[in-house]
């Protein structure tokens, strides 16, 4: 009589305890930045533990007029920001800042960006970026936003882009995009714990 064995059974993948907001910082058309986010997506879906929510800003209304101090209540992402306990900013370095689309969507808000954590992935033509980056690290802290030591830079994104229009990078930069993501995570689940066992006053 042949011996039964039991049915293979799937491996058990954890549910994503995280949800990661990665932004497109530029509206720009041609634009290399959504190129960009999505290789930084696919990256950090790996990490099982991570839910990762897309905010491409060229998709979003978000008018220069309507910003009250202390956020607006009638973004359309609002929520989605909210929801999230961590963020990455995709940005270029334009004339040596960040786009002002991005300063716009970052007004727009104030409560979603508090006791999160913020990291970044820059690009430019020589810099990487790094520009825009230093001063995003202005912006966040005054809404309470805890920016991460560890940041992505990719100098000249438009040669590492494949006939198939997926960014191509080398090692240091999966290695450096690894290094933020272990950071950031971390200061994600410390921050969340914080902000529910010990609200801030205010």
Do not use: C
Request: net charge positive.
């Amino acid at each position: 009589m042949a011996r039964m064995t039991e049915p293979e059974r799937s491996p058990i993948v954890p549910a994503p305890d995280l949800t990661l907001a990665v932004i497109v910082g530029s509206v720009r058309r041609p634009r290399v930045g959504r190129i960009v986010a999505d290789w930084f997506t696919e990256t950090a879906r790996r990490r099982t533990y991570l839910a990762v929510d897309l905010v491409d800003l060229a998709e979003v209304d978000l008018p220069l007029s309507g910003t009250p101090a202390g956020g607006n209540p009638n973004s359309p992402i609002a929520g989605r920001l909210a929801s999230a306990d961590g963020f990455v900013v995709v940005t270029p370095e334009y004339n040596h800042s960040f786009p002002a689309a991005l300063k716009n969507a970052i007004d727009w808000h104030y409560r979603e960006w508090m006791f999160k954590p913020v990291g970044f992935v820059s690009y430019g033509a020589s810099s990487g970026g790094i520009r825009a980056v230093e001063q995003l690290r202005l912006v966040f802290p005054e809404l309470y936003g805890a920016t991460t030591r560890n940041a992505v830079a990719i100098a000249g994104p438009r040669r590492l882009v494949d006939q198939n229009g997926t960014l191509v990078v080398d090692a240091p930069t999966r290695q450096a995009a690894d290094t933020m993501l272990t950071e950031l995570t971390w200061w994600a689940r410390t921050l969340r714990t914080g902000r529910r066992d010990n609200p801030y006053p205010g």
